[in-house]
């Protein structure tokens, strides 16, 4: 195969797995924006809806941390597949849920597709252009932003004329569709299979250790902000379209600068890149406990999201850059996990919180934790904080 060709093939498979991870947000997105409607048809409690979106994010920990590493004994696509298909069957559970019992088994089943092919898509794309690890996983980050903020402009147009189900539905038939379509793309499995079958043994590197610290402040602030974001907005008297809008607008700039975000991260150097960037993304998320309109939520949103657009893959970059590469599905399966083990916690604690103390006390209490966490990643990677490009070349 001549190098354009290779590299045409490679650009074909970052992008399919790009639009597929983009299906699997698309359906959370449509969660994030109909929790007040659950509450408000239903009656269920902001405890419940936030054990609701907790759940997904424990499900997802458990594959990712148990299942994830087979994708690096040659079973990256069969995982994404597969992933594909479970979280279809919790997608449609959550369409057809009248009741908090029957939306924590919906949720629970999407987490655990999810947590099944998220690695694998990162190992694909990782190995399909191994000396762009920084662009592949801006392009990934990317589309699961896109697909998050689809989510709402799809419930947005199908609720008000098909029902509260018809959003679960139409994406879990789109994505048995699309990864019907990508069953035909020839990806690159890894041969050299580990003899771990986990990959905690990984976290004895520091750096790797830091990374994953570091990483899990990014769900600390998503756990907070997505279990919130539609509940303070309702509180404030913002109308459902300024919730919706916030959303686009929170996804846009990041869509448009994660792959530079991710380029930057490899070439200036990830740890450098995520220690100030989560640091910002802290002080930002302070300031949502404190804005008095849903336009004023909006725009300190806008400018959270240029900050996140350009820092937040740096996570991923690092372990993508210090993990071995016959081991990165296991690498950002046990980094995947921890951070959604993280939001998880952090979405059930931020609604009780909320529902105890208010909105100020859950941000403020949010912008604490992340900057020890960030802290705490930092000085388990010091030894790496110069660590540029990747492994074996030359410095940019």
Request: net charge neutral.
């Amino acid at each position: 195969m001549t190098d354009l060709a290779r590299q045409r093939q490679a650009r074909e498979v970052v992008w399919t797995f790009c639009f597929l991870s983009g299906l699997l947000a698309c359906g959370y997105g449509v969660i994030f924006t109909v929790l007040d409607d659950y509450h408000n048809t239903y009656g269920i409690s902001e405890k419940g809806l936030g054990v609701v979106v907790g759940i997904g994010f424990l499900t997802s920990f458990l594959g990712q941390v148990t299942i994830a590493s087979l994708a690096d004994r040659g079973h990256a696509r069969l995982l994404v597949y597969l992933g594909l298909a479970v979280n279809a069957l919790g997608l449609v559970l959550m369409g057809f849920g009248e009741s908090l019992p029957a939306l924590l088994v919906g949720r629970l089943i999407m987490g655990l597709g999810i947590g099944m092919a998220n690695p694998a898509m990162r190992c694909i794309v990782i190995l399909a252009n191994r000396d762009s690890i920084g662009d592949s996983l801006g392009k990934l980050l990317a589309a699961d932003v896109t697909g998050f903020a689809i989510g709402p402009l799809v419930s947005a147009l199908l609720v008000p004329l098909l029902g509260l189900r018809s959003p679960f539905l139409f994406i879990a038939a789109l994505s048995i569709l699309a990864g019907g379509l990508a069953a035909r793309l020839r990806v690159e499995e890894t041969s050299d299979a580990p003899r771990e079958r986990f990959a905690f043994d990984l976290l004895s590197d520091r750096p790797f250790a830091g990374a994953v610290v570091m990483a899990t402040a990014v769900f600390v602030m998503i756990g907070v902000f997505d279990s919130l974001w539609a509940l303070v907005l309702d509180e404030i008297g913002a109308s459902d379209l300024v919730a919706n809008i916030g959303i686009t607008v929170f996804a846009l700039p990041m869509l448009f600068l994660a792959a530079r975000g991710g380029r930057m991260a490899q070439r200036v150097g990830p740890f450098r890149v995520g220690t100030f960037g989560l640091l910002a993304g802290a002080g930002f998320m302070s300031l949502y406990g404190f804005m008095p309109s849903g336009i004023l939520m909006v725009a300190v949103a806008l400018c959270h999201s240029i900050n996140d657009g350009l820092t937040v893959s740096s996570t991923s970059v690092a372990a993508g850059m210090v993990a071995p590469p016959e081991r990165q599905a296991g690498a950002h399966g046990l980094l995947g996990g921890a951070q959604t083990l993280t939001g998880g916690v952090a979405a059930f604690a931020a609604g009780f919180v909320y529902e105890e103390w208010g909105r100020q006390v859950a941000y403020l209490a949010c912008t604490g934790a992340m900057t020890v966490i960030v802290l705490f990643g930092a000085w388990l990677s010091r030894s790496a904080w110069g660590l540029k490009d990747l492994p074996g070349q030359a410095s940019a």
